[in-house]
């Protein structure tokens, strides 16, 4: 039967505690060391370490509650502990025993479910703890925890986000509890870009060690709690981080992860847009089409360094061969579009359809992902374009028989780079020789990273290789209305804050196929563009076709101008953003980033979802309403307002500060580094 131990046993442990942390010197003797210690007092259990405490309530329901300088930075919620065993919900309950050994606090708990235990680890470490723990007793086949949401004040962190309003394609909550969030399907295989990490207003960090599908919430139907469940029985791994500021917990997290060893886009690719016909057309796209497209863009003086051909160019999806019809000179469109100073490059993908040629071949040499169910025979997906096998990169003669096709591909038609889609593997298929999910990532990582992907980018995240290959990082689809450009900010600031910082938003003026995009929307959707580390476009100003009647929309001179002079400012930006570029394979750091991470004092940024740090120098705070005005909050420092050219003392907010469609407001910040570089490009 377990029991609490007794004062005098805790007496006893305390004194062998003390003679396990006190060295012995040259001499035997002994000196003190700030390592960790444990006591107990009525209706706790309390670890302190260095910096932090977290104390474990023995009077009720099993709770932690994590504190730094005796201020409460992250506590968990109801059901702290929770598992699923037998299609049922249980947690644990009264704590029943612990003990401290070997700097690891043991804690073992009854539970809901008679017969079963919850027994936890808590191993301290400085400024992060890890929080390990499995179920006795039974057999479950989820685990996961919950957190009191307030306790920690706002979170951050996640990836893209699944909610009621849309997200993560016309909603993206900044603060994520500002929102209401709810992914059943978060995981490495998943195709929006998400990693275990979250961040909070406290300086407190959870990150989740797991390769399994989790399943995650955080205020779900306005519960006011964090839920973050591993849709596994093993042990569940997690990391608390308890630091002094969010961006130190970010660099904690990159000291997990990696930081990027490359940037994968070139200079020029920052420096200028990539246009991609997939917005403007869609899937109703031909030579002809693309060659006007490139035209347009070219005599109307929209610079970028490449046009790429998007989807539906194949004749079927996997062939691998441009469609007769739509294309009948393939090589002749790719030296025009070279002709016009730009490169070329397609879209491709490893899902190829049942209905294409190299299906069979593919199926019959063992090449696709076989069924998780059935792996003696192929995995079949469904996706927006058919029903789908993929190709199993674990397979080394599968890879080299793609990759051939490609570069016959490549060679043939003069392609200079691939925008890759899709995913590497699919949860409904069976990894082969034991490759997990993460493992799939690297594959994919490694595959893409032998391709110019000229600014597109691709979308891997989940693990070591996805973080240190330094992948520019697209978004997922947006809308084409003011919500979704103001998702694509926020969504840019959560995907730079989870260790991705090479970010663009979605394609200029949204890629979702609803009604093309309003001038006012189109203008300032690239005036925000050019304030991040690179421009992705596809509507073009001059004109577009509307998805949803197929009708021809003409925008005016103005849109052209003030979408051209978008451009050159980013163009005049491409020096500091490259210094940014560089600063980061450094340091890990993000180039975009909330403005807590450079002023974690001043409480108001905590808040701010519209305005962000561009390096150390730049703040943007372009207008992303319909709006005439807008207000603008300026941190601690000194302010140059590169519109009025007048400087500005902060903390302060400039209230109805007018935003005119040709203003596009931004402010330099005097005293830091770059900020010579930036007045440069913007006065």
């Not at 993206?172 to 709810?182: H, T």
């Not at 696709?368 to 169910?373: G, I, K, M």
Request: with cysteine; proline share 6%; net charge negative.
């Amino acid at each position: 039967m377990v029991r609490f131990l007794s004062r005098k046993s805790v007496s006893l442990l305390a004194a062998a505690l003390a003679a396990t942390l006190l060295p012995p010197t040259a001499h035997g003797k002994t000196e003190p060391t700030t390592i960790a210690r444990v006591s107990e007092a009525p209706g706790t259990v309390t670890l302190d370490s260095a910096g932090y405490s977290v104390s474990v309530r023995t009077d009720g329901q099993l709770a932690l509650t994590t504190r730094r300088s005796g201020r409460t930075v992250l506590a968990t919620g109801p059901d702290a502990l929770r598992f699923r065993s037998g299609g049922t919900w249980q947690h644990a309950t009264r704590l029943t025993d612990w003990r401290w050994r070997n700097g690891v606090l043991t804690l073992t708990a009854d539970t809901t479910l008679p017969g079963a235990q919850v027994e936890a680890r808590l191993t301290p470490a400085p400024d992060r703890y890890q929080l390990d723990w499995d179920v006795t007793g039974t057999e479950a086949d989820e685990l996961g925890l919950t957190y009191d949401l307030s306790s920690a004040g706002h979170w951050y962190g996640h990836g893209e986000t699944g909610t009621p309003a849309g997200g993560p394609y016309t909603d993206q909550p900044w603060p994520l509890d500002a929102g209401q969030v709810d992914q059943e399907d978060f995981s490495a295989a998943s195709y929006q870009m998400v990693d275990p990490f979250w961040f909070t207003a406290s300086s407190a960090g959870l990150y989740v060690d797991t390769g399994d599908t989790m399943d995650v919430s955080l205020n779900a139907g306005g519960d006011g709690l964090g839920r973050f469940t591993v849709e596994s029985g093993t042990t569940y791994k997690a990391t608390v981080f308890v630091e002094s500021t969010p961006r130190a917990v970010y660099r904690d997290y990159i000291g997990i992860v990696g930081k990027p060893r490359q940037s994968d886009a070139t200079y020029e690719q920052y420096a200028k847009p990539l246009w991609n016909s997939w917005a403007q057309f869609y899937t109703k796209v031909d030579q002809d089409k693309i060659l006007d497209y490139a035209t347009d863009l070219h005599d109307n003086g929209l610079e970028g360094h490449t046009v790429q051909l998007d989807d539906k160019w194949e004749s079927n999806y996997g062939n691998m061969t441009f469609d007769p019809k739509a294309y009948p000179d393939p090589r002749a469109m790719s030296d025009r579009i070279h002709d016009l100073g730009y490169d070329f490059g397609l879209w491709v993908t490893l899902w190829i359809n049942l209905d294409s040629t190299n299906y069979r071949y593919a199926a019959d040499h063992d090449y696709l992902l076989r069924d998780a169910a059935d792996p003696t025979k192929p995995c079949t997906v469904t996706w927006w374009n058919g029903t789908a096998g993929i190709v199993d990169l674990a397979n080394p003669e599968a890879k080299a028989w793609y990759q051939s096709t490609l570069r016959k591909l490549m060679d043939t038609y003069r392609v200079d780079g691939l925008k890759f889609d899709t995913r590497f593997f699919d949860d409904n298929c069976a990894g082969r020789d034991g490759h997990t999910r993460t493992d799939y990532q690297r594959l994919g990582s490694e595959l893409a990273d032998s391709y110019d992907l000229q600014g597109a980018g691709i979308r891997v995240h989940w693990g070591r290789s996805a973080h240190e290959s330094g992948f520019v990082i697209r978004q997922i689809d947006k809308g084409t209305g003011w919500n979704s450009l103001k998702a694509s900010v926020t969504q840019n600031l959560a995907l730079s804050t989870i260790g991705y910082p090479f970010v663009e938003t979605d394609m200029i003026g949204g890629s979702l196929g609803q009604p093309a995009p309003t001038k006012e929307v189109l203008v300032r959707w690239a005036q925000s563009a050019s304030y991040m580390p690179l421009m992705y476009a596809s509507t073009s100003p001059v004109d577009t076709i509307d998805p949803t009647t197929g009708q021809k929309v003409d925008y005016d001179e103005e849109t052209v101008a003030l979408y051209r002079e978008a451009i050159a400012r980013h163009e005049r930006l491409a020096p500091y953003i490259w210094d940014q570029v560089r600063h980061t394979l450094r340091t890990g750091d993000p180039i975009v980033r909330p403005l807590f991470f450079d002023f974690p004092r001043d409480r108001a940024s905590y808040t701010v979802a519209d305005q962000w740090m561009l390096g150390p120098a730049v703040l943007a705070a372009p207008n992303l309403t319909s709006a005439p005005s807008r207000d603008i909050h300026l941190p601690p420092g000194t302010w140059y307002d590169v519109n009025h050219g007048r400087t500005i003392k902060g903390p302060t907010t400039l209230t109805s500060y007018p935003t005119p469609l040709a203003v596009t407001p931004a402010f330099v910040n005097l005293r830091a580094e770059g900020a010579d570089r930036a007045l440069r490009a913007l006065r």
